[in-house]
Nanobody, 127 residues
Framework: VQLQASGGGLVQAGTSLRLSCAAS????????MGWIRQAPGKEHEVVAA????????FYADSVKGRFTISRDNARNTAYLQMDSLKPEDTAVYYC?????????????????????WGQGTQVTVSS
């Protein structure tokens, strides 16, 4: 499994960014795709995740209503649309994947459940 995240950058508060995660072919089948971030001095946090079939999605309370996760199975690409960005959203964002059979609604928000991680992309939000 190979995951390649892109789309990070330096933006002002209140603006938007869209992150993309290109996955190796077949990654999405029977998988959960997640976006996990790590801010300086903080632990990893799953901000959004989605089951490959789309029937289950997860959002951290800190991003609900502002971030939207989606996936294009045909293109093997996952996206994270981030709107109304805040300085506290500043972090390195990783895309990650794990087998669908490994997670439940109760565990989908745990970074330790994700077996495969791509390299991170930096998102910096200035005030």
């Amino acid at each position: 499994v190979q995951l390649q995240a892109s789309g990070g950058g330096l933006v002002q508060a209140g603006t938007s960014l869209r992150l993309s995660c290109a996955a190796s072919e077949g990654t999405f089948v029977n998988a959960v795709m997640g976006w996990i971030r790590q801010a300086p001095g903080k632990e990893h946090e799953v901000v959004a995740a989605i089951v490959w079939s789309g029937d289950i999605s997860f959002y951290a309370d800190s991003v609900k209503g502002r971030f939207t996760i989606s996936r294009d199975n045909a293109r093997n690409t996952a996206y994270l649309q981030m709107d109304s960005l805040k300085p506290e959203d500043t972090a390195v964002y990783y895309c990650a994947a794990t087998p669908r059979s490994k997670v439940t609604k109760a565990t989908i928000g745990r970074p330790t459940e994700y077996d495969f991680w791509g390299q991170g992309t930096q998102v910096t939000v200035s005030s």
